[in-house]
């Protein structure tokens, strides 16, 4: 499973990233695709990106909500809010665990150290924090002499606009380099102390900062898609929370299995030795039953 997991990382990574005529062309790729939004985190004006990104629409959406109501050209960012709700809706944050290339990036510098740190347990609520004040309050509220507001996550914090747009298409027109400031610089920081962060840490940016997996894990608790446990199989050897990449710890009760901290890499239903956990596909729970001479505690 983990191996098909790492798979899905890959290629949807590749799939979201493959206008690779970007070296020859100017312009950034402003093809039919890019009306259409990738459910992870992947930069739009990423050289090689042929979608949105949802957390950028999303803004986009929010900051010229004001002109376009006065302008009666309102409309409801129904592809930005389609993508996140019918991912959300069918398998929660599991976009996040299988396809968003930043988390990918995240796991693959975790795995270059043996050190191991926890993140403070109130950090988990960074995300909604994020998600409120930088992707709805202050593009709604703080606007220009238009009427327009700002995209405050992309401009401010994302590190995966730095990684994948800013980096690349500063080394690739080097007459941008002139245009650089402290906000590049600012920018920058952010993106070293998350990757440097992320060697130590598994997926600091998910747990802590990212607005859109929080958006993903409310959705986790009302999805089609359900994680099951089934305590009484369970024999308390912790397995499942030492591989969990976001550390939620269901089997002493602690969390919800449905955790909205659960990005569904679905680790702890590979590693779990007697079966207690389980997924409920809606019309169908796979649930494994326990081996013979397996107790089941
Ligand atoms: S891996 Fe399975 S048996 Fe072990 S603590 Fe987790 S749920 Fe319980
Ligand atoms: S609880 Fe299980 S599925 Fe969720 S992140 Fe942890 S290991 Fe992955």
């Known amino acids: 499973m983990q191996k098909l997991r790492r798979l899905s990382q890959y290629l949807s990574a ?38 949105s990104c949802p957390l950028g629409a999303l803004q986009n959406f929010l900051a ?16 930005v809010l389609g993508t996140i709700g019918l991912a959300g809706t069918a398998v929660g944050r599991m976009p996040c665990g299988w396809i968003c290339p930043f988390g990918l990036i995240q796991e693959l510098l975790f795995s270059l150290s043996p050190l191991r740190y926890s993140p403070w347990r109130p950090l988990r609520w960074g995300p ?47 007459g941008l380099r002139r245009a650089l400031g402290w906000l590049f ?38 999805s089609w ?9 369970c024999v308390g050897c912790k397995a499942c929370r030492t591989v969990c990449p976001t550390e939620v710890s269901f089997f002493d009760g602690r969390d919800n299995i449905n955790s909205a901290a659960c990005v569904r890499c679905l ?3 590979s590693i779990c030795p007697t079966r207690a956990v389980g997924m409920d596909f809606g ?15």
């Open 14 to 51: 590749l799939m979201a990233n493959s206008y690779w005529l970007f070296p020859w062309r100017t312009a950034i790729y402003q093809g039919v695709l890019k009306h259409v939004c990738f459910p992870g985190l992947n930069c739009y004006s990423c050289p090689a990106a042929i979608t």
């Open 64 to 79: 010229t909500l004001r002109v376009s109501l006065s302008s009666g050209q309102f409309h409801f960012g129904s592809y």
């Open 128 to 174: 909604y924090v994020f998600l409120g004040l930088f992707v709805i309050v202050l593009p709604l509220t703080v606007v220009d002499s238009m009427g327009y507001g700002s995209t405050w996550f992309c401009k401010y914090v994302c590190p995966a606009g730095t990684l994948e747009a800013g980096l690349p298409l500063i080394l690739m027109r080097p």
């Open 185 to 222: 610089v600012h920018k920058l920081i952010v993106l070293l102390v998350i990757l440097g962060a992320s060697v130590v840490i598994s997926r600091p940016f998910c747990r802590m900062i990212c607005p859109l997996g929080a958006l993903y894990g409310i959705l986790n608790h009302f």
């Open 225 to 233: 898609f359900q994680l099951t446990f089934d305590a009484d199989r």
């Open 267 to 269: 680790k702890c239903v």
């Open 283 to 297: 019309l169908m729970t796979t649930v494994k039953r326990p081996e013979q001479g397996k107790g089941t505690g």
